[in-house]
């Protein structure tokens, strides 16, 4: 993502409680308004005063963190993977999905997967395999195969391009399932927004580097 310091709270792209029954209002109005604002803050706060490096995206941010000064590294890393994560995980969702992916991210899905219900059990099992918080990711590689990673904390799967998030810290899900974590992945599965996926894995793909042959 390209955006820069200061960074500014996206809206949430439906109303707190669209995503009912799957996802609660209350849910989604904590998790908007409370975690995902947390993470804008804590990130304008750690940049504050670091004119050096309130030019960087917040991709080269999540990647490049390792630059950093020492004394705001480990809190940039945390809080530009939270601002980047979550950016993904409220625009991934939608309150009336398309039940199946599109073209050409559809033919991925087949020569990755074999079909989208494979798929779906990989990333389940990403999901419930993170100990502790994390997020499970759907996510292209520079030649456009797809893979399912999971990451801990805030940390992002870049450099690969993470295409579908389902964040798996409590504050996602507790309310509505407590510690029922697969409960809340099925639920948020039915509220994948395909075509939004699709259409990111069309622009990855249009505008990926083409390797050099030799
Ligand atoms: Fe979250």
Known sequence: MDERYPFALPPLPYGYDA???E???RTMQYHHDKHFAAYIENLNRLLAGQSAYQKWSLNKLCTDWEELPQ???QGVRNNA???FNHALYFENLAPTPVSSPLAPLSGAIARSFGDSETMKNVLKTAALGQFGSGWAVLCADKGGELRVV???NQDTPLPLHPLLVCDVWEH???LDYQNR???YFDSWWRLVNWPRVSHDYE???SRRIPVPQP
Do not use: N, Q
């Open 19 to 21: 995503l009912e029954p």
């Open 23 to 25: 996802i609660g209002g």
């Open 71 to 73: 004394d705001i590294r």
């Open 81 to 83: 993977g939270g601002v």
């Open 150 to 152: 999971k990451t801990a």
């Open 172 to 174: 996602a899900y507790y």
């Open 181 to 183: 974590r697969g409960d």
């Open 203 to 205: 622009i990855w793909m």
